[in-house]
């Protein structure tokens, strides 16, 4: 039986932790905030880095986020230590095709800010451009199996979330153009 009174997660250790991760693995936000850039710079042209990358903080910012960072990235660190149980081990070590709980625990991610997001998640998953073809590389012998979709995740969520907000002002624009002629007549 679950003794709450005996457990207290402090969220901000958790929200640390899941920033110093992503930088020990090689991941910034700026990097992040690039993916974000590229899925949103046909849509919105006068869209800055910084924008995206505020984006990025504010995905990152969510619980269920960090945990899935926080899990997708012991995983790795694991089969890189060799310390899964077969055939799991090989599994991630090798990121196998039909493996496929790592695209999963990054829905996790992607879900957080709407359906918009499975779009921008298939297609860098796809394409893996920026820090991701860096993830990809198996040659360094890092693992990254989970971490390639959990970041491409978060630039997919953070994309989505630049959707629904650039949305949402156009619409507020349009509100006021309207009740502004209203008033005119």
Known sequence: MSRPNLYRLNSKEVARATEEWLTQRGVSKEQIGQLVMLLQKDYFPELTLEECVVNVEAVLSKREVQNAVLTGIQLDILAEEGKLLPPLQDMIKYDEGLY????????????????????????????????????ND????NIHTFLDDIVGAIAAAASSRIAHRKQAEREAVAEGLEQAGEAGE
């Open 100 to 135: 496929g709980c790592d695209e999963v625990l990054a829905l996790s991610i992607v879900n957080v800010y709407g359906s918009i997001g499975f779009t921008n998640f298939g297609y860098i998953d796809k394409f893996k451009p920026g820090v991701l073809k860096k993830l």
């Open 138 to 141: 198996k040659s360094d012998g």
